[in-house]
Structures are given as structure tokens and as C-alpha cells.
């Protein structure tokens, strides 16, 4: 596998073509941002951290019945993944109260939901990433009513799977981020699953242990996403 001309640079992961026309190279930067890209700083080994984790937790999820992009992990920043036409939605999982839904609602950080709430927001850097509904998902033709469908449960599943997951290794799934893309006819899992889109806490003590600690300094930031990484890829012994 030969790793050919960039097609695109976010903020966190520089995606390469390869010499397969059907398959892409993520690179993982240690690059961090907050705010819509107002606060922005580094991670030291963030993008190892993460390329290892994604890569341990979408191995997890498709040998549980949820497809991804997912194809190889050559080295420590390269994931190779198939070619996704983005669908632009992030669909979000919450467990618990937190982020945004504290804001919104009023209500404590930290609260249960009796159920896991899904949201949609429009993928767009310029707007900051707005909330939307299906209405305006059928609407402006981001997606069909059977894709909408397919993110729906696939993120309600995916979720279940990653709150077992995690709490096996000590840590409370509190909320997170997905994006799908379609490949072949197929709607597909893709990104990445890190502290980066996740808001993981410790199952004892309830410390962060995901990117609010880079968004409201409250230190510690390396070690705790090491710590993930341990928890998750770690020798259990
Ligand atoms: P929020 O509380 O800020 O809406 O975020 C909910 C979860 O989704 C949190 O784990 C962070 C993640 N997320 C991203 O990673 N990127 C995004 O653009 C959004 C909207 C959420």
C-alpha cells in the first residue's frame, strides 16, 4: 500500500490517496482544537494515542455487527480506511448529562438520562457545526429517509456497544461523536472513536479523561489520554 498525494488536512487527521483507488490513508496529527477552532494547541502523541484507540474500537464494533471504514493500522499515525463519501451529520449519543445538553437544558452536569438521547448537527466549520433535525436533514437532501434511518440505529447500537466497552475498562461512555459515510452502496462507521469526540469518565472518581481537559485547562491532559490508551490497549496482565 503506497502512500500517494494528500486529498484533504482537518484539524486533528491528514487524509492521503493511495495507489488503491478504493482505499485512503488517515494520518493522525497530535494538532488539538476547541471551540469551532478557537482555541488551538498540541497534544504530545495524541495522534498515536488516538490512531491505536480508534483502530482497537472499530475492530470491536464490526466484529459486533456495526460496519466501518476501518481496514488496517500499518503503523503508529496510519490508518488505512475505505473511501468514504462523507454524509455531513454528526450524530451524537449522550448517556449523561453534559456539554451542550447541560447548557441547553439547565439541568447538572452529570445527571443520567433514563434513555440515550441521539442529536443530529450539520457538519459545517463556517456555521459551527448547528444543530438540525430530520426535517432539515429530508429537506436540504443531506441524506435519505432510509440513511437517516440506518444512523439512527446504527448509532443507538453502536452506542450500546461502546457503553459495555467501556465500562469493562473502568470508564463512564458519558457522550460522543459520530460520522458515517457511504462506500459502495453501503453507509459506513467513520473518523475516528478517541477522547477527541468522546467524553469519557473515570467509573470511580469521575475525572475526566477526554478533551475537556484541553478545552477548560484543567491539565493532566497527556497522562489522561495515555491512561485511556492503557485501559483500552493495554496488556490486561
Ligand atoms: P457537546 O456537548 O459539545 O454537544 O458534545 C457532545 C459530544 O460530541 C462530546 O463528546 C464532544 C462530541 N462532539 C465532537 O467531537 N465534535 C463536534 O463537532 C460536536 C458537536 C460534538
Known amino acids: 500500500m503506497k502512500r500517494l498525494e494528500q486529498m484533504y488536512e482537518g484539524k486533528a487527521k491528514i487524509l492521503y490517496h493511495t495507489d488503491d483507488p478504493d482505499l485512503a490513508i488517515q494520518y493522525f496529527k497530535d494538532d488539538a482544537s476547541a471551540f469551532n477552532g478557537i482555541k488551538k494547541g498540541s497534544i504530545v502523541d495524541k495522534g498515536i494515542v488516538n490512531n491505536h484507540i480508534s483502530s482497537a474500537i472499530f475492530k470491536f464494533l464490526e466484529a459486533n455487527g456495526a460496519p466501518t471504514h476501518f481496514v488496517d493500522r500499518p503503523s503508529d499515525r496510519e490508518m488505512v480506511v475505505k473511501k468514504l463519501e462523507i454524509i455531513p451529520i454528526e450524530v451524537v449519543l449522550r448517556n449523561v448529562v453534559a456539554g451542550s445538553l447541560a447548557k441547553r437544558t439547565g439541568l447538572p452536569e452529570g445527571q443520567e438520562l433514563k434513555q440515550p438521547i441521539l442529536e443530529f448537527y450539520y457538519k459545517s466549520d463556517p456555521l459551527g457545526d448547528p444543530m438540525i433535525n430530520e ?5 436540504f437532501g443531506w441524506a435519505t429517509d432510509d440513511e437517516v434511518a440506518l444512523l439512527k440505529s446504527q448509532g443507538f447500537k453502536i452506542n450500546e ?3 459495555e466497552f467501556f465500562k469493562k475498562r473502568g470508564i463512564r461512555l458519558v457522550d460522543f ?11 459506513l462507521l467513520g473518523d475516528e472513536i478517541s477522547p477527541d469526540g468522546c467524553r469519557l469518565w473515570d467509573w470511580e472518581t469521575g475525572e475526566k479523561m477526554d478533551k475537556d481537559r484541553f478545552r477548560f485547562n484543567l491539565g493532566n491532559v497527556e497522562e489522561k489520554y495515555q491512561e485511556v490508551y492503557q485501559l483500552i490497549c493495554g496488556d490486561p496482565g
Open 161 to 163: 456497544l461502546m457503553v
Open 135 to 139: 426535517y432539515h436533514i429530508a429537506e
Open 177 to 187: 461523536k459520530l460520522e458515517f459515510g457511504r462506500h459502495k452502496g453501503e453507509v
